[in-house]
């Protein structure tokens, strides 16, 4: 049965859980992350690295993917962004010495939250064969290891090349081209557990897997619907955009099961009514919806709007197809059912429908409370059909909003790091470098599992991230990692993902962004896109953390030159100057022509979208409507709906501290949040202490009933929707079981998980 991940450093001692907070950001959110700040990096370079941050000459931050207002000279305090950078830029480092006191076990025993205290990693470390402990190398020996496996390999399939969102457009370019002329697709990344039901649902119904929309959209919008996202946390930035959404007199809904602070009231430390007044209250109306409801709920918001006739006819003639069979699949509502599966009344289900009728310009944004259920590809192309049906697609303050995680997850993409690339892709790679890239599909992070699990494959290796911990079912992720000849990872911080090794390990200590990366001609320049396809460059200014570091693009042209030395591109030319890479990008990606040049621009540049010109890249060249069956998820009774989501001091699997300022808790992170009325029928009280045990029946529920356990949590009374609860991941990917994923995208199902709660 699933072991706790650390038994040491748990940290939730000091555990203590008060009101939740009915507003976001303000005061303490500056005093807040300048306390943090100041711990990690002292107050000289404190002042230096936040003034920097997302300034025209300035580093991009590598926080969130929300994109930056082009106007501003000044950089928009971001709370969550300065701990991000802070975590980033700290004083703190993994010298050698730490690995002969720490034994890869030992380590293994640590939280995640110790692990990423310890600072920045600085010299590469082998794990040979056998050995308890990580051992200092040099680089060439550390790439040596790397290329002796590789070239071991009898198939390239059997090696797999992961990455996580951070990584530069430069870096993640030159990655895909070495891996692909080393022969494989093999290049999952974290979008594969984040935005890929967003990316599949959009490429399909109107031709490009990215949003639609601008910042100037948002802002002169008239409905902004807020669903499956908690910007107060994780776009920070983005209440700055709805703030000034509502003063133009746009209405906010917030969709979700939780009544997020950041959706209610924002005090915008940059004005004086955020510091000292009432601040501004975002939300009009918020409906707690329950988890995995949204598909009925826009369901039923369709059904309205045809009843109605609230129906933009022109635009639904000229510009889509599938309308006569979406509006006949809608023309009846169970209205029951509906109730059942939203959680929601029937009245708050109509004033829904009202304000998106009576909007001329209508704007949904998601995040992963949409994309991570086992029916979200069916939900985003629900949501999709309300907006066709209004014309909200290619029109000045409309659109869609999928909002991105990783500062470039959307860049990575564009780059090429994707598992099924197309094949117009691999045709302009292939004329660019005299290579034949294999054509054949690679594995996604799912079947990454399976494929090591099942030594498929015997190489892992990861452009960053910490794979063992942000994937599902961490036992089975664990045990397959560790059935591995090598892992090797590229990281900027020590992480689970080091302890969790294959037969023999690396760790490549890399630069971050706020770093200043030199080469032989000259300090280097990378480029990064954000949520909305805006291209721009970010200049690291820092000194490195240590001067052993190689950057990522340094890493992977050594390694390319060590594992392809009849290579026909020019590693060593792209290392020395990221100009040439972008020469090549230039060539290959569309979008991308005068690349050099445009970067210039201040604010960069923005790729082409062409829904903006209801241009739609689908066959028949029309947006599609699309008919889904309804599906909701169901639980047995005496269970909950759980949900896996991040505290207010966390990004992804790096905990910065044990508090959820915003949800009351601090001192910890072992807990399980609740509605009061499932609490009484349950019979449990708040602040009780409980195991958490998620039961899996199978996809279709025909398979054998199997658990997962995940120990001591404690019981928190909290307005979640009836029959859901929630908890922290990565404490909890344990009970997400790995065939547990969304249909059509593969992303695990992080945010509807069947449990029970065991009293202890
Ligand atoms: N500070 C910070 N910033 C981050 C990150 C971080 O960890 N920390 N992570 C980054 C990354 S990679 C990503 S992908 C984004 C994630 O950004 P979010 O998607 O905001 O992150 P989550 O914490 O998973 O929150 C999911 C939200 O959806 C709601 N929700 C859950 N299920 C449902 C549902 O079925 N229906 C509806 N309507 N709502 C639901 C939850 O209550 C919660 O408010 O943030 C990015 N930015
Ligand atoms: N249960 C559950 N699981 C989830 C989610 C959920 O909501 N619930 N969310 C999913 C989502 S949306 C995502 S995106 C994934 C995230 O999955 P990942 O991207 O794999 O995880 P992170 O925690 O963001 O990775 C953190 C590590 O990245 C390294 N790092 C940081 N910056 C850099 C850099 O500049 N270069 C390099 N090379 N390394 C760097 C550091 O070593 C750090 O320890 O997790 C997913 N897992
Ligand atoms: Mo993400």
Redesign the pocket.
């Known amino acids: 049965m699933a072991r706790r991940p650390a038994k040491q450093d748990r940290g939730d001692a000091d555990l203590e859980v008060g009101p939740p907070k009915t507003s976001a950001a303000g005061v303490p959110a500056v005093a807040r992350a300048m306390t943090m700040a100041v711990e990690q990096m002292g107050v000289v370079r404190t002042a230096r690295t936040l003034l920097r941050m997302n300034q025209d000459k300035g580093f991009d931050c590598?926080g969130c993917a929300w994109p930056d207002p082009a106007q501003s000279h000044r950089a928009e305090f971001c709370e969550n962004g300065a701990k991000a950078v802070a975590e980033?830029a700290t004083l703190r480092r993994v010298e050698p010495g730490f690995f002969a006191e720490h034994s890869v076990a030992q380590l293994r025993e640590r939280s995640d939250h110790w692990?990423?205290q310890q600072g920045r990693?600085t010299t590469p470390m082998h794990k040979p064969v056998g050995a308890s402990h990580y051992e200092p190398v040099t680089w060439e020996t550390a790439l040596g290891v790397v290329a002796r496996h590789l070239r071991a390999l009898d198939d390239p399939d059997r090696a797999i090349f992961?990455t996580?969102?951070?990584?530069s457009n430069e870096a993640a370019f030159v990655y895909q081209l070495f891996v692909r002329e080393f022969g494989t697709n093999n290049l999952p990344d974290?979008?594969n557990?984040?935005?890929e039901s967003s990316g599949n649902a959009l490429l399909e119904t109107i031709g490009i897997g990215k949003g639609t929309v601008t910042l100037d959209d948002l802002t002169s919008a008239d409905l902004i619907l807020v669903a499956g996202q908690n910007p107060g946390t994780n776009h920070p930035r983005m209440l700055s955009t709805l703030e000034t959404a509502k003063e133009g007199g746009a209405r906010i809904l917030a969709i979700n099961p939780l009544p997020e602070a950041g959706l209610m009231t924002f005090r915008n430390p940059q004005t004086v009514k955020g510091v000292v007044g009432s601040g501004t209250p975002l939300a009009d109306r918020h409906l707690g919806v329950r988890l995995g409801g949204d598909q009925a709920l826009f369901q039923a918001v369709g059904h309205l709007l045809l009843e109605r006739g609230a129906v933009d006819h022109e635009f639904v003639e000229r510009h889509t197809s599938g309308y006569a069979a979406y509006a006949q699949a809608r023309a009846t509502l169970d209205w029951p059912e509906t109730l059942a599966a939203t959680g929601l009344t029937e009245a708050e289900i109509r004033a829904l429908a009202d304000d998106v009728a009576g909007a001329k310009r209508v704007i949904v944004c998601w995040a992963?409370g949409i994309?991570?259920h086992r029916h979200a590809v069916a939900t985003i192309q629900e949501m999709l059909n309300v907006l066709l049906l209004g014309g909200n697609i290619g029109r000045e303050g409309a659109g869609v909003c999928p909002v991105r995680?990783?500062s470039n997850?959307q860049g990575d993409r564009t780059m090429g790091i994707v598992e099924r690339p197309s094949s117009g892709f691999l045709d302009a790679l292939d004329a660019e470098f005299s290579i034949t890239a294999p054509r054949e599909h690679g594995v996604d992070a799912v079947d990454t599992v399976r494929a090591l699990r099942d030594r498929r494959a015997t190489v892992f290796f990861?452009?960053?991230?910490?794979?063992v911990?942000?994937?599902?079912d961490s036992d089975v992720t664990e045990k397959a990692l560790e059935a591995a000849d090598l892992t090797c990872?590229?990281?900027?911080?020590?992480?689970r993902?080091h302890t969790v090794t294959g037969a023999e390990a690396l760790i490549l200590p890399?630069?971050?962004?706020t770093e200043r990366d030199v080469q032989l001609s000259g300090e280097q320049v990378v480029t990064v896109e954000d949520s909305m396809a805006m291209v721009h460059a970010s200049r690291g200014r820092l000194a490195p953390a240590a001067d052993t570091l190689l950057s990522?693009v340094a890493i992977v042209c050594e390694l390319a030159r060590r594992v392809l030395p009849d290579s026909s591109v020019d590693w060593s030319g792209l290392r020395g100057d990221y100009r040439r890479i972008r020469g090549h990008i230039s060539r290959v990606v569309a979008g991308f022509d005068d690349f050099e040049e445009r970067l210039d621009g201040r604010g960069g540049f923005q790729l082409p979208l062409p829904p903006r010109q209801r241009e739609f890249h689908v066959e028949g060249g029309r947006a599609r409507f699309s008919v889904n069956a309804l599906e909701y998820p169901h639980c047995p009774p005496g269970r909950l709906l759980l949900q896996?989501?991040?505290s207010h001091d966390q990004?992804?699997?790096?905990i910065y501290g044990l508090d959820d300022r915003y949800r009351g808790v601090s001192g910890g992170r072992r807990v399980v949040f609740v509605n009061p009325t499932d609490l009484v029928e349950l019979g449990l009280g708040d602040g009780r202490l409980v195991d958490i045990v998620s039961e899996w029946r199978g996809v279709d529920g025909d398979r054998e009933l199997t658990e997962r356990r995940a120990d001591g949590f404690r019981v928190v009374a909290y307005p979640t929707a009836r029959g859901c609860a929630a908890a922290y991941?990565?404490e909890?990917?344990v009970l997400?079981p790995l065939d547990s994923t969304a249909r059509g995208s593969n992303t695990?199902t992080?945010?509807s998980v069947v449990v029970r709660l065991e009293p202890r």
Do not use: D
């Open positions: 590598p980033e692990l990423g990693l992961y996580s969102g951070r990584t974290c979008s557990m984040c935005h992963m994309t991570q995680g990783h997850v990861a452009m960053g991230g910490n794979f911990r942000a994937m599902s990872h590229v990281s900027t911080k020590l992480n993902s890399t630069l971050g962004r990522e896996t989501v991040r990004y992804n699997t790096t991941f990565p909890t990917n997400v695990p992080s945010k």
